[in-house]
């Protein structure tokens, strides 16, 4: 066989350990706000720090030999606006909700609106899938997508997010039955 140049025996990219959905205790690394042509969003970089799947995105990272590789341990907060709007009034909920499970989840800590206070906190994470779609291709994997305290992840009191399939997709017709069925000989 002809000796190629640029070969390498190297482990496959693909085939990455996927974060099942659920809820999972997870630690801050860190945290900054960006800011883009829809607001401000909070970006929490985190790992998974107790369990099974303890240090999975840290185990991800070093085991990617890309050049583009970057972190998957990622929670995404869109910030308000304070704009008074219907989704302001969500947004507000959503960001309350983490400031209490950040704080219900470190003992001391209290949110002084600095976001750079996060890093080395605990928070309690909860994992939904998520339908992707990616050059005429989709599947599914998950996301960080709720925040609940420490204690009731680890004693499993949160409530599973339902599963987000991609929006303006078709829906597959209900199946329909063809063949009659003679009910007076059914039992009920």
């Not at 140049?5 to 496959?12: C, F, L, M, Q, T």
């Not at 185990?59 to 308000?80: A, M």
């Not at 890093?119 to 996301?143: C, F, H, P, Q, V």
């Amino acid at each position: 066989m002809k000796k190629y140049s640029d070969v390498k025996a190297e482990r496959p990219s693909g085939g990455r350990e996927t974060l099942p959905a659920g809820g999972y205790v997870c630690q801050i690394l860190s945290a900054r706000v960006e800011e883009g042509e829809w607001g401000s969003t909070l970006v929490i970089a985190h790992d998974v720090c107790e369990g099974e799947f303890k240090d999975i995105f840290k185990r991800d990272y070093d085991g990617n030999t890309r050049e583009d590789k970057k972190w998957r341990g990622t929670f995404r907060l869109r910030l308000p606006k304070d704009d008074g709007s219907e989704y302001d009034v969500f947004k507000k909920k959503s960001l309350g909700n983490f400031i209490w499970a950040v704080e219900e989840s470190n003992p001391g800590y209290s949110w002084a609106w600095d976001e750079k206070t996060l890093k080395g906190k605990k928070i309690g994470l909860i994992y939904r899938n998520k339908e992707w779609a990616y050059n005429d291709r989709t599947g599914w994997t998950t996301e960080a997508a709720g925040t609940e305290s420490v204690d009731n992840i680890r004693e499993g009191k949160f409530r599973q997010l339902k599963d987000k399939p991609l929006a303006n997709k078709p829906v597959a017709d209900a199946p329909v039955f063809t063949e009659d069925v003679d009910d007076g000989e059914l039992p009920f």
